[in-house]
């Protein structure tokens, strides 16, 4: 079958080529349901989410869509604990929790367990069976696959390299989202700590849509329709947009996050950094993205114990009404955002993309 043969916008039952990025912790159900009944596809990031909560979440969001929506697993390398490491992770921090009079943690943890583990997530998957379930940071084994696959679900899979793409046509997904350097949020690389090529959206997409015969589903960077178009001219079956989305009202980022994204003063820049979460993620510079390209800066321990640390310290400072320490994830068009509803925002793109 070659990508004509089944649009993926056809076989998802969707009236306009637009995914909603499934941004674990900032999309919720009220978002993912007003994009996919505004005829794009929503999607949750139940990743950091217990079996039991995202259970919760999926059924939230079908009482309130009858339109598929897509579900996003995490399938990073689980943890390895390293007392060292995580000790002197802490010790590095305590300066900058006692500056905001609070402890640090006295041991780090595995804070949400990797889909590639956990058997509780993939019985919830089979028992819910959402239209759409997706991957990032890898592949789960083939028998987690095949289960997936018999329950009916399109299986979407991220890559950020050739081939990486190869391995997800290998494995039996039915499209590929192409995540260029640019996206905010955590990079998908399969393997954080091999080489990256660092390929942009643009350069990406292209080369996966000539080279591979799944659908390409184009991310990073594309904030309004011009930028979706252009995915489509390069061959691209869909367009899927994170910080675009953010600042919708249904969304869960905070005061602080809206403000940072909506800023016209130029104050705001992105960086790459592990320092937040232990893998390399897309967000706006700040003191802990700073602290982690400190010369002094010790080795970080695995992702996503450095989690642990991180949202420990972004809750002392914020218990102080600083923003300092947060993981404010956003891509580089992150100054084309518009604090529209997000049935407005779709409504927007479709008209932008036809213009």
Not at 98 to 122: C, H, K, N, W
Request: charged share 20%; hydrophobic share 50%; glycine share 8%.
């Amino acid at each position: 079958m070659n990508k004509t043969d089944s649009l993926l916008t056809d076989r998802l039952g969707l009236s306009h080529p637009v995914i909603q990025a499934p941004m674990a912790g900032t999309a919720t159900p009220a978002l993912a349901a007003a994009v996919s009944n505004a005829g794009a596809l929503g999607s949750l990031g139940v990743a950091a989410m217990s079996a039991a909560a995202a259970r919760d979440a999926v059924r939230q969001t079908r009482a309130l869509t009858q339109g598929a929506f897509n579900v996003n697993l995490f399938c990073h390398k689980p943890a390895r604990a390293d007392a060292a490491r995580e000790q002197a992770w802490i010790d590095y921090l305590s300066p900058s929790f006692a500056e905001f009079g609070a402890q640090p943690p006295t041991q780090l943890r595995e804070i949400y367990a990797s889909f590639v583990a956990d058997d509780d997530m993939l019985q919830m998957l089979l028992d819910e069976r959402p239209a759409v379930v997706s991957f990032h940071f890898g592949l789960p084994e083939a028998k987690r696959i095949g289960a997936l696959r018999a329950a009916g679900c399109y299986l979407m899979a991220t890559a950020t390299s050739l081939d990486e793409a190869r391995r997800i046509e290998a494995a039996g997904i039915d499209a590929i989202v192409a995540q260029g350097i640019e996206a905010g949020g955590h990079r998908g690389i399969f393997d954080p700590d091999g080489p990256d090529e660092q390929l942009g959206t643009l350069a990406l997409t292209r080369l996966l849509v000539a080279r591979s015969p799944l659908p390409v589903i184009a991310a990073g960077g594309i904030m309004d329709g011009a930028g979706i178009a252009a995915a489509l001219a390069l061959g691209a079956q869909a367009a899927q947009l994170g910080t675009a989305f953010v600042s919708c009202p249904e969304s869960s980022a905070d005061a602080a996050y809206r403000q940072a994204l909506l800023a016209q003063d130029g104050a705001h820049v992105t960086v790459m950094t592990r320092s937040i979460s232990g893998r390399p993620a897309r967000g706006f510079a700040n003191r802990l993205t700073a602290l982690g390209a400190a010369p002094e800066c010790p080795a970080l321990p695995d992702y996503p114990i450095v989690y642990d640390a991180g949202k420990a310290l972004h809750a002392a400072a914020k218990a102080r009404g600083s923003a300092d320490f947060a993981a404010q994830w956003a891509g580089q068009g992150f100054r084309l955002s518009r604090a529209l509803p997000a049935a407005d925002l779709v409504r927007t793109l479709r008209a932008e993309m036809h213009a």
